[in-house]
């Protein structure tokens, strides 16, 4: 019989059984679920419904349920539908007709999404921990190669020299805004829908704020029926995953575009990489890859999510119970790839003389340019002058250091012996030299502020 079941003439069709229930996704809710209805049953104890004894019955057979679940003693009924109704059917059965007072003024619609929402804010806990424990993999390795300079790429073309450390650092911002997004993401879901009952509140007296205090929340939401209805907190977290996943796909991509033998930058180490099953020479970055595979199915689950929520009627509807699937493995797939991530960072190895190797004097070409700047020639005319000096370069097949300085001086009088000292890797990484450069000095400081906000997190301050 279901705990619904008196007014039904008919028993559920299999099939719908099957298809209804969410048992097997919703099992990992266990103890945000026995946590919300401990709490539940103290507040019903404060507002006079049970009697102290009764809500010590009640809590200590939720402890034995809990712990049935806990070591796996628990034995699931093929009719428990879902989570919820499985520890409720169990507790009777261990504490008598007392139990069936806990679910007093309370409907699965407020319990489901208070156990929902408690999951989230564990789960994040951890995720901002491993979230920081890659954004330190970044730091410590960009302050290890603060003196190796590579090819800086724009639409994939050798544009600027920068620093290995300066190009590394960029993910560490964008990791940044990421744990932002994440601590506001917690925030709102650290709000209340418990006491809202099926969609209209609770008619008993029961003191939400309480109940908020007990279970940890820092505010009550302030409406039954969004309470009941709202999923934001879900959209919020898969879309800060997705976010999330944009930056680790770009962190891999360029990880194995850098590893490949063209550009041999870098190397996975083989903690992180994998052979082929026929070509015995194969080191494939396919931790990576996977990284940037999981793209697919993050975003997915935020369209999936959204679809889901679109157009539904106010309050509960059957469709929420979709949401839990697309979250869950959001949160598994992160939970995951963050210290795989983080793991191949702090093995890579950086090949400098790969890098040195790659680097073609024309990426020099903006410094020559400004070398006129700074001879008053206007920066759009010094920029058609030194696109001639390539253009004369690649004709006689030399680098720009290589063209003698006559050639120079046909294009543009102002260009002196001086020019070739401008034409130099070192020097024109050095001379980038303001806040948010390439430059090693910059690049210091910005290791620095990186530091100090990852002691804040760390500490727990923001
Ligand atoms: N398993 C359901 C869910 O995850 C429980 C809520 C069912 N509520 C209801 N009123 N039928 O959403």
Partial sequence: MKLWGTRFTKTTDSLVH??????????????????????????????????QDEAREIIAGLEAVLSELATDAFVFDPADEDIHTAVERRLTELVGPVGGKLHTGRSRNDQVTTALRLYLLREIASLRGSLVQLQVAIVDKA???????????????????????????????RFQRDWDRLAEAARRTSAL???????AGNPLG???????????????????????????YVVDLIAWASLLQMHLSSLAEDIIIWSSSE?????????????SSLMPQKRNPDSLELIRGKSGRIVGHLAGTLTTLKGLPSTYNKDLQEDKEALFDTLDTV???????????????????????????SMLATDLADYLVRRKVPFRQSHRLVGRVVRRAEELQVQLRELDLAEYQAIHPGFAQDLYAVLDFQRSVESRDARGGTAAAAVRIQIEQARMILEDSMSGAV
């Fill in 143 to 173: 302050a290890a190669h603060l003196d190796i300079i590579m090819p800086g790429y724009t639409h994939l073309q050798q544009a600027q020299p920068v620093l290995f450390g300066h190009w590394l650092m960029s993910f560490f911002w």
């Fill in 206 to 232: 029961v003191d939400r704020h309480a109940l908020a205090v007990d279970l940890g929340f820092a505010t009550v939401m302030e409406n039954s029926v969004d309470a009941v209805c709202d999923r934001d």
């Fill in 335 to 361: 939970a995951l790839e963050l210290p795989i991530a983080a793991g191949v960072i702090r093995t890579l190895k950086v090949d400098r003389a790969r890098m040195a190797a790659a680097l073609d004097d």
């Fill in 193 to 199: 829908p418990l006491g809202a009952g099926a969609l």
């Fill in 263 to 275: 550009f041999g930058f870098v190397q996975v180490d083989d903690a992180y990489a994998t052979g």
């Fill in 18 to 51: 099957q298809f209804n229930a969410s048992l097997s996704f919703d099992v990992r809710l266990y103890d945000e679920d026995i946590r919300g209805s401990m709490a539940w049953a103290r507040g019903l104890s404060r507002a006079g419904v049970l009697t």
